[in-house]
């Protein structure tokens, strides 16, 4: 997304008689944020049973650069990433929910695409039981899964026991916050999300300055049901953000699975009550989650594709052909510019060595000048 379309997306989002649908729609319609923009003044031809306050308020856009040129430079210099609907690195799963932010502010390393992403939510009011839980199913994941991604709220109890269990276990984790990147909230958990930013990240649909507030929180929630695979539940009262993330996974139909509890247990009431009504899975170990999201799966392939390439086929290759097949043999879908750092061949010759393995069907280049091995 170029940095006028960026500021004037911005812009579009602080509309406040627009909706998300609405916004979605226009772009569509028109194309891009640019094209609203400098349409402005002609909606009324463009979308005649828009209600006025809305129209009026897109024909005086201009009133809210201001705010959206302070918010950019504040992005630019803070090494925040804004990722519109059709950037690369916008995360896939979210893009297809029909309540997708029209823009995210990113800061961290993890890839919001990643392979694997699971949602870990439940209860601010964590017991001894929702904390050993945690670390088990993280310890596991870890090792069934190891290129996994947990997400989660950065709130008090399950969320950042999740988190600092990731962190502690070497998975990357990215929070899910309801107001700018800015501020951290609550504040206890600065360091967690310092140490996130190096692995992992934090993300929001917030612009810096954004108070924090109630229906923040409940917003963000769909936003960690749509970027993940599942959503566990860990932990969860008979009411909660928690069942409100897992019901939206449901609707998004997303897999939900929950830790069931003793009956008479408050913060497994919730838990319970998603099972026993068939809107989550019963969970109870790392391997079973793995095994029926098909992980496990996918991890013997890659091991499987990696044992081949070396075995049955690198001797047909020259040398540095052998040293691309390895490469891309351990992880799928690099960048061209990660294969030339990790084969240590110049990018001009890597192009033409790349080319040639495609003629010779052993990869396949995909959208956004990524590669990998042909099935």
């Known amino acids: 997304m170029t940095e006028q379309e960026t500021l004037y997306m911005m812009a579009l989002t602080q509309v406040p008689s627009l909706s998300l649908t609405s916004l979605h729609q226009l772009v569509a319609e028109l194309g891009s944020a640019t094209a609203i923009f400098e349409n402005r003044k002609s909606l009324p031809q463009v979308k005649p049973l828009a209600s006025p306050p809305t129209l009026d308020a897109l024909a005086a856009l201009d009133s809210l650069l201001p705010r959206a040129e302070q918010e950019l430079a504040f992005c630019q210099k803070s090494n925040i990433k804004c990722l519109g609907l059709h950037d690369e690195a916008y995360p896939q799963r979210l893009r297809e929910c029909p309540d997708a932010p029209a823009l995210l502010y990113y ?18 009011q964590i017991t001894p039981y929702g904390k050993d839980l945690c670390q088990a199913f993280v310890r ?105 993330t897992a019901n939206i996974a449901f609707s998004y139909d997303r897999q939900v699975w929950a830790f069931p509890g003793r009956l008479h247990d408050p913060y497994s009431a919730g838990c319970n009550r998603l099972i026993s009504s068939n809107y989550a899975s019963l969970l109870t170990c790392a391997e079973d989650f793995c095994r029926e999201m098909g992980w496990t799966d996918d991890l013997q392939h890659r091991q499987q594709l990696a044992e081949g390439v070396q075995q049955e086929f690198l001797a047909d290759f020259t040398d540095e052909e052998q040293r691309i097949l390895k490469a891309l043999s351990t992880d799928d879908d690099k960048q061209i510019n990660v294969l030339s750092v990790q084969t240590n061949i110049p990018m001009g010759q890597l192009s033409s060595i790349l080319f040639s393995l495609e003629m010779k069907g052993a990869v396949q280049m995909l959208a956004g000048g990524k590669y990998k091995i042909r099935r």
């Not at 800061?107 to 601010?124: E, K, P, Q, Y």
């Not at 709130?155 to 999740?162: F, K, L, R, T």
């Open 107 to 124: 800061l961290g390393t993890a890839d919001l695409n990643a392979r694997h992403i699971v949602s870990m939510v439940g209860t601010r």
């Open 140 to 244: 596991d994941l870890k090792s069934l899964c190891p290129d996994a991604l947990v997400l989660s709220g950065l709130a008090y109890g399950v969320d950042v026991h999740c988190h600092r269990a990731a962190l502690e276990e070497g998975l990357q984790t990215v929070g899910v916050l309801a107001h700018g990147l800015d501020q951290i909230y609550p504040r206890l958990h600065r360091e967690t999300a310092k140490r996130m930013v190096q692995q992992g990240g934090l993300l929001t649909e917030y612009m810096s300055g954004t108070p924090i507030d109630k229906r923040n929180f409940v917003q963000r929630n769909r936003i960690v049901a749509g970027m993940a695979d599942a959503v566990v539940v860990v932990e969860s009262a008979i009411k909660g953000g928690s069942l409100i």
